[in-house]
């Protein structure tokens, strides 16, 4: 399975910021859990969230609890993870990835890897 992510960019502290995760083509049948994860520089990567493929369940990291929203979109293959309340400690690059099983929170849990979207958060 690809996966395409997109949507990062610049923002200033307390704004808001959708990205996308498109699941192409490949072996979507046995995808049961989309997860995000961040990694900051020179920082390890770190679990942001995931949403169940087939029913929509959510699981979210303490540090984005309240602030952002997965949710998807099968018809298109789709994933979003909406980060509102952004803050400067948010700052890195985000990836999305696909497993068979939910809900995941080491990446090494995770099969297909997008290649990530840099997200900065200014002061």
């Known amino acids: 399975v690809q996966l395409q992510a997109s949507g990062g960019g610049l923002v200033q502290a307390g704004g808001s910021l959708r990205l996308s995760c498109v699941l192409g083509?490949?072996?979507?049948?046995?995808?049961?859990?989309v997860g995000w994860f961040r990694q900051a520089s020179g920082k390890a990567r770190r679990f942001v969230g995931a949403i169940s493929w087939n029913s929509g369940d959510t699981d979210y990291a303490d540090s984005v609890k309240g602030r952002f929203t997965l949710s998807r979109d099968n018809a298109k293959n789709t994933v979003f993870l909406q980060m509102n309340t952004l803050k400067p400690e948010d700052t890195a690059v985000y990836y999305c990835a696909a497993g068979r099983s939910w809900p995941e929170h080491s990446f090494g849990r995770y099969d297909y890897w997008g290649q990530g979207t840099l997200v900065t958060v200014s002061s």
């Open positions: 083509s490949g072996r979507t049948f046995d995808v049961y859990g």
